[in-house]
Protein backbone atom coordinates (compact mmCIF):
# COMPACT_ATOMS: atom_id res chain seq x y z
CA UNK A 1 0.00 0.00 0.00
CA UNK A 2 1.16 3.43 -0.77
CA UNK A 3 -0.43 7.20 0.08
CA UNK A 4 0.23 9.73 -3.28
CA UNK A 5 -0.71 13.25 -3.39
CA UNK A 6 -1.04 16.07 -6.23
CA UNK A 7 -0.92 19.31 -6.02
CA UNK A 8 -0.76 22.03 -8.46
CA UNK A 9 2.78 23.39 -9.61
CA UNK A 10 2.08 27.15 -9.12
CA UNK A 11 0.82 26.17 -4.81
CA UNK A 12 4.44 24.21 -4.27
CA UNK A 13 6.53 25.58 -2.03
CA UNK A 14 10.40 25.06 -1.49
CA UNK A 15 11.37 22.33 0.76
CA UNK A 16 14.62 20.73 1.91
CA UNK A 17 16.07 18.79 4.55
CA UNK A 18 18.63 19.01 7.03
CA UNK A 19 21.80 20.10 4.99
CA UNK A 20 20.29 19.77 1.35
CA UNK A 21 18.49 22.34 -0.42
CA UNK A 22 18.08 23.78 -4.42
CA UNK A 23 17.03 26.82 -5.46
CA UNK A 24 15.77 27.60 -9.34
CA UNK A 25 16.02 30.88 -10.73
CA UNK A 26 14.68 31.71 -14.23
CA UNK A 27 16.86 34.20 -16.35
CA UNK A 28 16.52 36.22 -19.57
CA UNK A 29 19.90 36.04 -21.86
CA UNK A 30 19.70 39.69 -23.33
CA UNK A 31 22.17 41.97 -24.59
CA UNK A 32 22.47 45.46 -23.28
CA UNK A 33 24.77 47.97 -24.10
CA UNK A 34 26.57 45.67 -26.33
CA UNK A 35 27.12 43.05 -23.55
CA UNK A 36 25.19 39.84 -22.61
CA UNK A 37 23.21 40.16 -19.48
CA UNK A 38 20.73 38.09 -17.60
CA UNK A 39 17.82 39.80 -16.58
CA UNK A 40 15.69 38.63 -14.31
CA UNK A 41 12.32 37.97 -15.16
CA UNK A 42 9.23 40.18 -13.69
CA UNK A 43 6.04 41.19 -14.66
CA UNK A 44 7.75 44.67 -16.25
CA UNK A 45 10.39 42.57 -17.58
CA UNK A 46 8.50 39.66 -19.42
CA UNK A 47 9.89 37.06 -21.60
CA UNK A 48 9.48 37.19 -25.88
CA UNK A 49 9.15 34.23 -27.96
CA UNK A 50 12.80 33.83 -29.02
CA UNK A 51 14.32 34.95 -26.16
CA UNK A 52 17.10 32.87 -24.75
CA UNK A 53 16.50 31.77 -20.93
CA UNK A 54 19.46 30.69 -18.03
CA UNK A 55 17.74 28.52 -15.44
CA UNK A 56 20.00 28.64 -12.63
CA UNK A 57 20.58 26.03 -10.06
CA UNK A 58 21.87 26.20 -6.66
CA UNK A 59 22.30 23.20 -4.59
CA UNK A 60 23.93 23.67 -0.86
CA UNK A 61 25.32 20.43 0.93
CA UNK A 62 26.29 20.21 4.18
CA UNK A 63 28.29 17.08 3.27
CA UNK A 64 29.94 15.20 0.54
CA UNK A 65 27.19 12.91 -1.26
CA UNK A 66 27.62 10.60 -3.46
CA UNK A 67 24.96 9.77 -6.90
CA UNK A 68 23.22 13.04 -6.77
CA UNK A 69 20.10 12.98 -9.37
CA UNK A 70 19.14 16.90 -10.17
CA UNK A 71 15.49 17.08 -12.29
CA UNK A 72 14.75 20.61 -13.38
CA UNK A 73 11.17 20.27 -14.67
CA UNK A 74 10.63 22.93 -17.54
CA UNK A 75 7.86 25.13 -18.58
CA UNK A 76 5.93 23.69 -21.70
CA UNK A 77 7.13 26.69 -23.27
CA UNK A 78 10.88 25.96 -23.06
CA UNK A 79 13.28 23.91 -25.79
CA UNK A 80 16.46 22.87 -24.82
CA UNK A 81 19.59 24.53 -26.87
CA UNK A 82 21.68 21.93 -26.78
CA UNK A 83 18.81 18.53 -26.65
CA UNK A 84 21.72 16.09 -26.90
CA UNK A 85 21.98 13.56 -23.62
CA UNK A 86 25.43 13.53 -22.67
CA UNK A 87 28.30 13.82 -20.40
CA UNK A 88 28.87 17.95 -19.64
CA UNK A 89 31.06 19.99 -17.73
CA UNK A 90 31.05 23.08 -15.68
CA UNK A 91 33.45 24.82 -12.80
CA UNK A 92 32.39 22.30 -10.04
CA UNK A 93 32.89 19.51 -11.76
CA UNK A 94 31.13 16.73 -14.77
CA UNK A 95 27.95 15.08 -14.86
CA UNK A 96 25.60 13.02 -17.28
CA UNK A 97 22.81 15.08 -18.51
CA UNK A 98 20.12 13.48 -20.00
CA UNK A 99 17.72 16.23 -21.83
CA UNK A 100 13.69 15.31 -22.55
CA UNK A 101 10.86 16.71 -23.50
CA UNK A 102 9.77 18.02 -19.68
CA UNK A 103 12.45 18.15 -18.05
CA UNK A 104 16.05 17.74 -17.32
CA UNK A 105 17.94 15.16 -15.49
CA UNK A 106 21.67 15.91 -13.84
CA UNK A 107 23.31 12.52 -12.47
CA UNK A 108 26.39 13.51 -10.44
CA UNK A 109 28.82 10.25 -9.44
CA UNK A 110 29.52 13.18 -6.18
CA UNK A 111 29.19 16.24 -5.06
CA UNK A 112 31.26 17.76 -2.26
CA UNK A 113 29.99 19.66 0.59
CA UNK A 114 29.11 24.02 -0.32
CA UNK A 115 27.61 25.35 -2.70
CA UNK A 116 27.34 24.19 -6.30
CA UNK A 117 25.67 26.27 -9.16
CA UNK A 118 24.59 24.63 -12.27
CA UNK A 119 23.21 26.21 -15.46
CA UNK A 120 21.08 25.01 -18.61
CA UNK A 121 19.82 27.41 -21.78
CA UNK A 122 17.05 27.42 -23.45
CA UNK A 123 15.00 28.73 -26.30
CA UNK A 124 11.72 30.45 -25.55
CA UNK A 125 9.08 28.88 -27.99
CA UNK A 126 5.66 29.91 -27.81
CA UNK A 127 3.57 32.82 -26.27
CA UNK A 128 1.25 31.86 -22.98
CA UNK A 129 1.37 31.26 -19.32
CA UNK A 130 3.35 28.79 -18.19
CA UNK A 131 4.54 26.87 -14.94
CA UNK A 132 8.26 26.29 -14.98
CA UNK A 133 7.89 23.03 -12.60
CA UNK A 134 10.01 22.44 -9.59
CA UNK A 135 14.18 21.81 -9.29
CA UNK A 136 14.59 18.47 -7.32
CA UNK A 137 17.88 17.29 -6.01
CA UNK A 138 17.89 13.84 -4.10
CA UNK A 139 20.46 10.75 -3.05
CA UNK A 140 19.95 8.11 -5.79
CA UNK A 141 20.91 5.30 -2.88
CA UNK A 142 19.88 7.99 -0.31
CA UNK A 143 16.20 9.54 -1.19
CA UNK A 144 15.56 10.36 2.26
CA UNK A 145 18.61 13.04 1.63
CA UNK A 146 16.00 15.54 -1.09
CA UNK A 147 14.65 18.88 -1.38
CA UNK A 148 12.74 20.79 -3.84
CA UNK A 149 12.51 24.33 -5.37
CA UNK A 150 9.56 26.56 -5.35
CA UNK A 151 7.62 27.00 -8.65
CA UNK A 152 7.10 29.92 -10.25
CA UNK A 153 5.07 31.30 -13.41
CA UNK A 154 6.01 32.68 -17.22
CA UNK A 155 4.65 35.10 -18.53
CA UNK A 156 5.74 34.75 -22.42
CA UNK A 157 4.54 37.60 -24.69
CA UNK A 158 4.23 37.60 -28.60
Same mark, same amino acid.
Given at each position: ??????????????????? !?? *? &?????? #? /? *???? @??? +?????????????? /?? %??? !??? /? +? &???? &???????? +?? $??????????????????????? *? @????????????? @??????????? %??????? #???? $?? %?????????????????? #????
Amino acid at each position: MYAQFNEEFGKITRYGTAG !LS *V &DKVIYA #E /R *VADG @KKQ +LQLITAANPLQVGD /RV %VVR !LTI /R +L &DRDM &DFVQIKDR +LA $ACMEPLNPVSGYRWSAGGGCYVE *V @KDASTQMFFSSMS @KGVHVWENTYV %VSRPGTY #EAGI $AT %VQGAYTPEYSAHSASTTL #EVAN
